[in-house]
Structures are given as structure tokens and as C-alpha cells.
């Protein structure tokens, strides 16, 4: 029987690889509902050429715009959030990827796992934000929460059948951005198209300017915590420019497990597609012989202050790793705006840190509340940098 998927953010970079492996797997998956913010043209394509059971427009300004262009499919058409966590609850559904950027991804995860759903996780934030919750949530769900980063992937894949055997340390590889060997004058001259522009990834903005920033290795140390049950003293960052080794587990015999391949999101989506088992590809192969050195070394963690912020969260607790999401996404947006330098962007996430409130046990509307407060006091503070 085909696995039934559905894909929250279907037009974005990890949406559009997932198709690409359920396109090469025809006998094995099938699309059942697609998601997406605004992209009409892509997703109205996209309905067009799989047919699913339904589609969510998230911007119900763009309702009208899909439902007129699939009047003739037999594709159902909804618009909104709310839309969004009612569709990932349909019983038709076997799989959730959660492809969405940011925030934005969690309700819908959340809803997702709360109908027992399992899950393709994508969407690193929502363990970032509610990984206490949704973890224990999926528990008791019996849910699968199954890793696409890749190197939680990679990880994820050291890990099978080790079940009886402890961890003494997990590696997260990190290319290290455009800006690896930047001295901290140079970051102060750095402009949107040089963050932009990765060495190993194809990425949305949003993930690229964190790839740069390295909050998104931060973002990456929460969501291990969460996936592996590890604390912040097992967990180290490691560059590694080549992309090749996308992360290790060392055990406690001091051996590490490491899991290599080309920088291809499509492996991990696959293996989270058709785990427990490998499917045949036609991927590109990697080979030693083109990479006959591997580079390793410490991030610098004065320069790139975010990474050190998100371990500094994770230790604390509670709200502060919300906090911290949120002030990103502000200050991101701020400087693919122009509006703030790369240096401001750490500055005003310490800040923002300081001053929201601290909730030591956090519920779901405490977060959801911790959000807008600090998207608030983000926002202020971004605007006094002007």
C-alpha cells in the first residue's frame, strides 16, 4: 500500500525535493495534501500535476486565486491557519513532512502529532520552541518523529541499532557559511547577497542567513537535545567546510559512527519517506577520490555570537529558547531588509533575551504568548538601531 503524504510548504526548497523523491517512488508514495504561504502559481501547478485530496493556501488573500485555477480539479481548496491544522488531522494521511520555515511551522505540527500523525520534521523551530511538549506529546501519541535535517538524519542514522549502547558525545557538523574565515571587522561590512550566497546549500533566504549567522547550528543543538535526549554537555559543534560528513555519534568505547554523503537534502527526506528501509536512487555518488581532504575545526563562537546564545538558551529553559526563535525571525527580516547590519543581528537577540519574561514550564499558549511579546520587544529594539 502507497504511503500517503502530506507536505506543509510544498513550494519551498524542502517541499520541492520531497516531490522530487515521491516523483522517483511513484509505487511506493502519493501526495495527499499540499500546503503553502504564498507561492500560488507553484502550488496551483503542483495540485495539477498530483491530484491530491486538498490544498491550503495559508494567505486567504490568495484563496480566490487557487480555487478559481482548480475549479476543473478534483482538488478540495482551503485558506488559513486554521485551515492548516485541520487538514494535517485528515485520517487519509500516513506521513506530515513539515517543510515550513519558522515558526509558522509549529501549530500545524502540533495538531499534526495531536492526531497521531507521524511526522517528516523539517521544520527545526518547532522542537526549538515546544520541544518539551511536543516531544512528550508524540509519546504519547506513539508517534514517529523522524528527522530530514541532515545532519539529524545523519545522527538518527548512527544511532539504529545501538539501542543498548550510551552515547558519550554526538558531533554536529557545520560548513561554517559564507563567512567562515571572516574576522569580526569584515562581518561588519558583509550585505545581504554576500550572507546569501552559501558554499554547499541551496536554501531558502530565512535559512541561509541563519546558515550564515550559525543560529542555525544553535537551532540544531536544541532539536538534537529533544530527538536524542541529550544534554547541552553531549552535544558539540564541529565545521566542517567540506559537507561531506553530516554529523557523528561517539560512544562511550570512544568509536564514532559517522554518516557521509553529497550535500543532497533528498537523502534524508528519503530516508525519513521510507524509513525503516533504504530505497534504491539514482543520486549522485560520492566519491573519496574527489575529496581527498576533509577539514575539521572549532566554530568561533565570539564571532559568531548566536551560536553561543542558543546553547546559552537551551541550558536555561523554558521560554528562553522561544525567545530566542523569535528574535531571529525579527532580526533576520530586518537585515534581508537592509535595515540592520549582520553585527545587530546577535545584539538585539541578547537583548530581546534579557528582557522578556522568563517562564520556567512553559504551556503551549505560554509560548504562544512568549512569541508575540518577544516579537514586540525584537522589534522595538530593531527600530531604536535604525
Not at 486538498?54 to 482538488?75: G, R
Not at 499534526?112 to 506529546?137: F, M, Q, S, Y
Request: aromatic share 6%.
Amino acid at each position: 500500500m502507497k504511503k500517503r503524504i502530506a507536505i506543509l510548504g510544498s513550494t519551498g526548497s524542502i517541499g520541492t525535493q520531497s516531490l522530487d523523491v515521491i516523483d522517483q517512488n511513484p509505487d511506493m508514495f502519493e501526495v495527499e495534501v499540499l500546503t503553502a504561504n504564498n507561492n500560488v502559481e507553484l502550488l496551483v501547478d503542483q495540485a495539477k500535476k498530483y491530484q491530491p485530496n486538498a490544498v491550503v493556501i495559508a494567505n486567504k488573500d490568495n484563496y480566490k486565486t487557487v480555487a478559481d485555477a482548480l475549479q476543473n480539479e478534483p482538488v478540495k481548496v482551503f485558506a488559513g491557519a486554521e485551515a492548516l491544522n485541520q487538514v494535517v488531522q485528515m485520517d487519509s494521511i500516513d506521513l506530515v513532512i513539515t517543510g515550513m520555515v519558522g515558526y509558522s511551522g509549529l501549530i500545524p505540527t502540533w495538531h499534526a502529532v495531536k492526531a497521531g500523525k507521524n511526522i517528516a520534521l523539517a521544520n527545526k523551530e518547532t522542537l526549538v520552541v515546544a520541544g518539551e511538549i511536543i516531544t512528550k506529546l508524540a509519546i504519547e501519541k506513539q508517534v514517529d518523529i523522524l528527522p530530514v535535517d541532515s545532519e539529524h538524519s545523519a545522527i538518527f542514522q548512527c544511532l539504529t541499532g545501538e539501542i543498548a549502547n550510551p552515547v558519550e558525545k554526538i558531533y554536529l557538523t557545520c560548513s561554517g557559511g559564507p563567512f567562515r574565515e571572516k574576522s569580526k571587522e569584515d562581518l561588519g561590512k558583509v550585505t545581504v547577497a554576500d550572507a546569501l550566497a552559501h558554499p554547499n546549500w541551496d536554501m531558502g533566504a530565512k535559512i541561509t542567513i541563519d546558515s550564515a549567522t550559525l543560529i542555525n547550528k544553535g537551532f540544531e543543538a536544541i532539536e538534537a537535545h529533544w530527538l536524542f535526549g541529550l544534554p547541552s554537555s553531549k552535544i558539540e559543534v564541529i565545521v566542517h567546510p567540506q559537507s561531506i560528513v553530516h554529523s557523528m555519534v561517539q560512544f562511550e568505547d570512544g568509536s564514532i559512527k559517522a554518516q557521509l554523503g553529497l550535500p543532497d537534502m533528498r537523502l534524508p527526506i528519503q530516508y525519513a519517506l521510507g524509513f525503516p528501509y533504504r530505497i534504491k536512487n539514482d543520486f549522485p555518488r560520492f566519491s573519496f577520490l574527489d575529496y581527498p581532504t576533509l577539514q575539521f575545526e572549532q566554530p568561533n563562537t565570539k564571532i559568531f555570537r548566536n551560536l553561543a546564545l542558543a546553547f546559552e538558551a537551551l541550558d536555561a529553559g523554558g521560554n528562553v529558547p522561544c525567545v530566542l526563535n523569535a528574535a531571529n525571525e525579527v532580526v533576520v527580516q530586518a537585515f534581508l531588509e537592509g535595515k540592520i547590519t549582520f553585527l545587530q543581528m546577535p545584539e538585539i537577540i541578547e537583548e530581546t533575551m534579557e528582557k522578556v519574561s522568563f517562564i520556567e514550564k512553559p504551556g503551549m499558549e505560554d509560548l504562544i504568548q512568549t512569541n508575540a511579546e518577544t516579537r514586540r520587544v525584537a522589534q522595538l529594539l530593531t527600530e531604536n538601531k535604525i
